[in-house]
């Protein structure tokens, strides 16, 4: 079964880029059955979705993050990974990566499952 | 922007059913998607499309999706099932989560 592992610095200083990446075991990246996704929850906060690629580089993200957010994906690697540019205290979240499973084309479908253990990421 | 509401905390007895609901516009013309976190942990799938279980999740829980409310009953409610609930849903490919259910098992 496909898993996930997140990796990345758990330190980042305001105004500069945060950096994750999460590898894919246990099935290929380019398998086609998932969009790869990253999700964040504040501390003691909700789910907030940021994105997602796919394995032919197609991507789509939060209109609330957009202009700072940029997910990519290398496929020799079985990873994919996520830049969040000019971060504040307000990006201080445990970042999780998800497979969302592609059901059909209509995107309307498709679940979150699995999800990686999570990193956690503080701006100071 | 589209928005899911689900109350903030549900109580229930061991044994007893657990209701937990999500509100949002016509969100019965969507699939509604659960997902359950315990406390330090990864969230779990539990419901997807309104009411399929994925394999390993127990038959206790359920789900149901009309009009302007999906709810996740967990029936026969033991103190395993204590943890932090979200529903979620797509609006045009945007992933909208509702802000969370604390269930507490006491």
């Known amino acids: 079964q496909v898993q996930l592992q997140e990796s990345g610095p758990g330190l980042v200083k305001p105004s500069q880029t945060l950096s994750l990446t999460c590898t894919v075991s246990g099935g290929s990246i380019s398998s086609g059955h998932y969009y790869w996704s990253w999700i964040r929850q504040a501390p003691g906060k909700g789910l907030e979705w940021i994105g997602y690629?796919?394995?032919?580089?197609?991507?789509f993200y939060n209109p609330s993050l957009k202009s700072r957010v940029t997910i990519s994906v290398d496929t020799s690697k079985n990873q994919f990974s996520l830049m969040l540019t000019s971060v504040t205290a307000a990006d201080t979240a445990i970042y999780y990566c998800?497979?969302?499973?592609?059901?059909?084309?209509?995107?309307?479908?498709?679940?979150?499952?699995?999800w990686g253990q999570g990193s956690l990421v503080t701006v100071s | 922007s589209y928005g899911l509401a689900q109350p903030p905390s549900v109580s229930v007895s061991p044994g007893q059913t657990a209701s937990i609901t999500c509100s949002g516009d016509?969100?019965?013309?969507?699939?509604s998607f659960w997902y359950q976190q315990r406390p330090g942990q990864s969230p779990v799938l539990v419901i997807y499309q309104d009411n399929k279980r994925p394999s390993g999740i127990p038959e206790r829980f359920s789900g149901s999706n009309s009009g302007n409310t999906a709810t996740l009953t967990i029936s026969g409610t033991q103190p395993i099932d204590e943890a932090d609930y979200y529903c979620q849903a797509w609006d045009s490919r945007i992933a909208v989560f509702g802000g969370g259910t604390k269930l507490t098992v006491l």
């Open positions: 998800a497979g969302e499973y592609y059901y059909d084309s209509s995107g309307h479908a498709n679940w979150f499952d699995p």
């Open positions: 690629i796919y394995y032919r580089g197609s991507s």
């Open positions: 016509k969100l019965g013309d969507k699939y």
